[in-house]
């Protein structure tokens, strides 16, 4: 399967230096446009930024949304519908982000509840899990994961409209990476765990996201089961998002 190169922009930059992202990140694929053989990509901006950046993308940058609301729609001051998010032409969601999990108390549950809106709207949901250090200095990183993922999944979860990111929340905007060995036990350990909930589970994209960049990504890339990347910072510069995508 192809590499997901997922760029998770968060609440970053203005209008205009979003728009600029795009254009430069699409004018470097047209300079290597044999990386689309091996990658996929995938922008998902603030959501005000997703119509003005997708209308600089080509067919080769999809878009994604980094959240939407469990409700399908209604009286939910601040939300955003998975309707809306389909509407723009969005065609992933991040979902269960651990900054999510952590500032906004996001649980399981109500992963599984925007999950399920989001694939009744056709959207594709990158199902975010990941321990703590110290949960993962307690020995406890494939139970807390395991949990994670098995409460977060819908029935509606398929190999094709859904994602798993592992990322551990140590490694997210600090710099460290988990070891190679790490990485793979976890998605190893995902992989056989997915099982249990979907069918065709060997198809599902795998991601592994916690400070990738150019110099670090294609160990990772190398580490079996690991179908891709959800990038936080190295995604806002076009030259580190198209590098990591060139170590597929
Ligand atoms: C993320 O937030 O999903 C992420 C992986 O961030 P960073 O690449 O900055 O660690």
């Not at 999809?62 to 509407?87: H, L, R, W």
């Not at 549950?109 to 809106?117: N, P």
């Not at 509606?156 to 793979?184: F, R, S």
């Not at 765990?193 to 990738?212: C, H, Q, T, W």
Request: charged share 20%.
């Amino acid at each position: 399967m192809k590499n997901l190169i997922a760029g998770n922009w968060k609440m970053n930059g203005t209008m205009s230096e979003a728009i600029t992202l795009a254009q430069n990140i699409v004018q470097a694929i047209q300079n290597e446009v044999e990386l689309l053989k091996k990658n996929d990509f995938l922008v998902c901006p603030p959501f005000h930024h997703i119509v003005p950046v997708q209308a600089e993308l080509s067919m080769a940058v999809s878009i994604g949304a980094q959240d939407c609301s469990p409700f399908s729609n209604g009286a939910y001051t601040g939300d955003v519908s998975a309707e809306m998010v389909k509407d723009v032409n969005c065609s992933h969601v991040i979902l269960g982000h651990s900054e999510r999990r952590q500032y906004y108390v996001e649980s399981n549950l109500m992963v599984r509840q925007k999950a399920m809106v989001a694939h009744e709207q056709d959207l594709t949901a990158i199902i975010c899990v990941g321990e703590t250090e110290e949960q993962r200095e307690a020995g406890q990183e494939q139970e807390v994961v395991a949990t994670q993922m098995l409460e977060s999944l819908p029935e509606t979860a398929t190999a094709e409209n859904t994602v798993i990111a592992y990322e551990p929340v140590w490694a997210i905007g600090t710099g460290k990476t988990a070891t190679t060995d790490d990485i793979a036990a976890m998605h190893d350990f995902i992989r056989g765990k997915l099982a249990e909930k979907i069918d065709n589970a060997a198809s599902v994209r795998l991601l592994y996201g916690g400070s990738v960049k150019p110099a670090n990504a294609a160990e990772i890339f190398a580490v079996n089961n690991v179908n891709g990347a959800l990038i936080g910072g190295a995604s806002l510069k076009a030259e580190d998002f198209i590098g990591i995508a060139k170590a597929s």
